[in-house]
């Protein structure tokens, strides 16, 4: 790997691209300040990130760390009921995103991360995770075969990154020389100091883990993970940055899958242990998907312990059940929602429409929205609770009777309606698979074109034979016929942006 000069337009391009923020560094300057004196500091700036490129160090003055105890809950007096929140140098921030733009480059063209790695990387997120998962156990399923799931939760896996053996593996993947040397620079002598109102701590050095809150330390992370996924041919990963799942499928006996599962997580407690990365078998968990709750004695071991069988538990900030009907997440969007109608219901005599029109957006609209093409497409019947709420909220916000309609009301403050929005969620979707706009672990779980020649449905997909009706809610099944209902007008857009 080799480090491109940098030059200043690109320096001015990634500050003005930073959020407005106004929390301050350990030398009292905030990410507003610098944009208010970007023209007069872009050009030296740029000479300092270059020198640091071409010496392989990175400057000592940006390595302080300024941590604020924010309180969680509980009793105040209690420190470990504060989360420490650390707040870097502005200027890191800036050349460590120099730095990070041509780390992603190299490892885009030579394919060093694993396709099962969803975290942290350009094009992916929680919604292909989650999909690649879900596929996976209701294919299995569709097919008759057994499956497990285990959600493996590593304690405080960011901070027990071993140096040495991160330095080893970069130099195996090609980041070497210079380039390495400059890594090591940015890693080591790091210092930090708590700060609390006006009084501060003394300095301490920090001797192991990535920086916390830095750009690099979460693509450090997932370089130093990225072998996991090598360890065992049986196994199946989803990995979110530290948030790894695995999941086995089979047409053996349950007893004889355990047996194979058991050692093949044997395999996953050595690679751990050689990376000095430690299981938290309190939170990791297990789950045997299917309707049947027989077998309620089996037992999954890692190593000398015994992991606890859990019926439903959150992946990635969703409810997933063991028979993945999405009962459980859409009871817990249904009272996080019960709770926002009350606070709309109280604002109302308070605030004008515009600040409850904005209420809506930041307590309603994420939780409907987030990843709801994988838990949306399900029976209508589960779902008439989330959209009966919303049009209450809806005539809240625009000041309507109990029984008044809100079609109107929709169209004129710009919102989709809930089963609307499922649609335009899962099209959206469609279309990114369709012209392979997703990882390739996406994509390989839809067929290829039905037609060709430029005969009629020459753009359409293949719809696959199933046997279950949870298979059908997938949306390698119910997106691809959404996709195949569509107007050609829709299906030859030229960007994602004109097909929205």
Known sequence: MFLKP?????????????????????????????????????????????????????????????????YKSGDRHNITNYRPISLLSQFSKILEKLFDARLDKFLDKHKILTEKQYGFRSNRSTTF???????????????????????IDFQKAFDTINFEIL???????GIRGLVLKWIKSYLTNRRQFVSLGVHQSDFLDIVCGVPQGSVLGPKLFILYIND?????????FVLFADDTTIWASGEELLQQLLGLITVELDKVKKWCDRNKLSLNLDKTKFMLFGYGRLNRQIQVRVGDANIERVYETKFLGINIDDKICWKPHIKYIHNKLAKSISILARGKYIVDRKSLHTLYCSMFVPYLDYCVECWGNTYKSALCSLFKLQKRAIRIVHGLGYRDHTNSSFAHSGFLKFFDLVK????????????????????????DREGGYGLRGHLNLKTQAIRTTRKSFCISVSGVKLWNRLGDDLKQCTSVKQFK
């Open 424 to 447: 335009y969620k899962s099209a959206v979707f469609m279309y990114k698979v369709r012209y392979n706009l997703v990882p390739s672990g996406i994509r390989g779980l839809f067929g």
């Open 129 to 151: 995770a989650i999909t690649e998962f879900v596929e996976g156990v209701t294919s299995a399923w569709d097919n008759k075969k057994q499956t497990l799931g285990i959600f």
């Open 167 to 173: 330095f080893d593996k970069l130099e195996r993947y």
């Open 228 to 236: 996991i996924c090598n360890v065992s041919e049986l196994l199946n």
């Open 6 to 70: 940098i030059e200043e337009i690109e320096v001015r391009h990634i500050i003005h691209k930073c959020d407005n923020k106004t929390s301050t560094d350990s030398d009292g300057i905030s990410m507003s300040i610098i944009k208010s004196v970007i023209d007069g500091c872009s050009k030296p700036l740029t000479y300092i990130f270059n020198l640091s490129f071409q010496s392989g160090k990175f400057p000592n003055s940006m390595k302080i760390a300024k941590v604020i105890p924010l």
